[in-house]
Structures are given as C-alpha cells and as structure tokens.
T-cell receptor
Framework: GAGVSQSPSNKVTEKGKDVELRCDPISGHTALYWYRQSLGQGLEFLIYFQGNSAPDKSGLPSDRFSAERTGGSVSTLTIQRTQQEDSAVYLC????????????FGPGTRLTVL | GNSVTQMEGPVTLSEEAFLTINCTYTATGYPSLFWYVQYPGEGLQLLLKATKADDKGSNKGFEATYRKETTSFHLEKGSVQVSDSAVYFCATDTGRRALTFGSGTRLQVQP
C-alpha cells in the first residue's frame, strides 16, 4: 500500500508568518510521530500521537509549535510566527500502534524561513 | 534519557571494501535498536533492527548485532557497492515511543 505522505514537499516563507505542514500516515497506523532534521541539531523528536491524542509533546521546541490529528489519520503541524531557526526538514512517521517499534517515514517537508 | 553516539563521517571506501560504522548507546531498560538509511534525495528508510540482546538484524547484506555488554550496535557489510552511498543513522527507542537518533554517518563508495 501507499507509504507515509507529506505536503508540501517544499515551503518557503517569510519570518513571522504561520505555516501548516501536513502528514498522511499509512492506512491503519494508529501511531504518528513528527521529527525535525536540521544541520545543527540532527534528527529531533517533536511530538507523538496515539489515535487523536498526544501523550508526548515533550519535543516541541516552543509554544509556537502545535500539532493536531483528527479522525485518527491526517496530522497537521503548525508553526506560528516562524523564525529563521525553524528552517529544517520536518519528517513524519507512522507505526501500526504504540506497541510497535518500527516507524515508517515520509519524504519530509523542507521549510525555509527567509 | 536514551542516547546514541555514532562515528563521524564521511566514510569513503572503494567498491567491494568492508564497511563498519560504529554505534554505541546509553539507555535504561532494554531498548530496541535500529539502523536507518537516507539515500540522496530520499526519505529515511528502515535498514534493519534488533529488539533484544544478541539479536542480529540483517538486510541487503548489512548486519548489526545488539551487544548489551558493550552497549553497541555496529553496522557492517562485507562488500560495499556504489549504490550503498547514503547517510546511515543509528537509533534507539526511548521507551516513550519516540526514536533517538545518532548524528548520522555519510558513506561515499567510489567505483
């Protein structure tokens, strides 16, 4: 079946603007994860969803970052008042459920904040 | 929390050379260990994994053995190909269902 999809693939925005990044997990996967890949910080965990709830938001770097998941499927990561240090590739992954350790990654959204 | 340390790259090898990329971890409990690969222009792909001590994960000629006594999960391949050129990430789960990644090792294989 189809893998994890993310949109847009690239996003260029101006400092101070809000952006929304979308993730569509593998069908039937109940667990969903967001990570960020940047040159200075490597791969960092941001947030994890099991169904529609987020039991672990510990990786969100500031209150400008938020995420939601509706219908147990699609998730949106929102960054408000973007800063240049938010420039990174944002990766989404999904797994069958919270007990399953194998995560499948999407192609990522490259965000550039000018 | 759990953490992973892997050797810095880039690692440059000739085709058919033997590859080792070192990875060590610190963790509480008994985490699962993973190697992910990122080919140029592509997303992260799971290469192999091991879920308990002494398990060996293998895929596409790559192997890694979960060594609890040395807290290591070194990636090896007997004969690399140009098509193996990529960035390799060692990772462990954190017990919070998130993955903690190493900094990545870039492998360049020359013909």
């Amino acid at each position: 079946g189809a893998g994890v999809s993310q949109s847009p693939s690239n996003k260029v925005t101006e400092k101070g603007k809000d952006v929304e990044l979308r993730c569509d997990p593998i069908s039937g996967h109940t667990a969903l994860y967001w990570y960020r890949q940047s040159l200075g910080q490597g791969l960092e965990f941001l947030i994890y969803f099991q169904g529609n709830s987020a039991p672990d938001k510990s990786g969100l770097p500031s209150d400008r970052f938020s995420a939601e998941r509706t219908g147990g499927s699609v998730s949106t990561l929102t960054i408000q008042r973007t800063q240049q240090e938010d420039s990174a590739v944002y990766l989404c992954a999904s797994s069958l459920d919270w007990k399953t350790d194998t995560q499948y990654f999407g192609p990522g959204t490259r965000l550039t904040v000018l | 929390g759990n953490s992973v340390t892997q050797m810095e790259g880039p690692v440059t090898l000739s085709e058919e050379a033997f590859l080792t990329i070192n990875c060590t971890y610190t963790a509480t409990g008994y985490p699962s260990l993973f190697w992910y690969v990122q080919y140029p222009g592509e997303g992260l792909q799971l290469l192999l994994k091991a879920t308990k001590a002494d398990d060996k994960g293998s895929n596409k000629g790559f192997e890694a053995t979960y060594r609890k006594e040395t807290t290591s999960f070194h990636l090896e391949k007997g004969s690399v190909q140009v098509s193996d050129s990529a960035v390799y990430f060692c990772a462990t789960d954190t017990g919070r269902r998130a993955l903690t990644f190493g900094s990545g090792t870039r492998l360049q294989v020359q013909p």
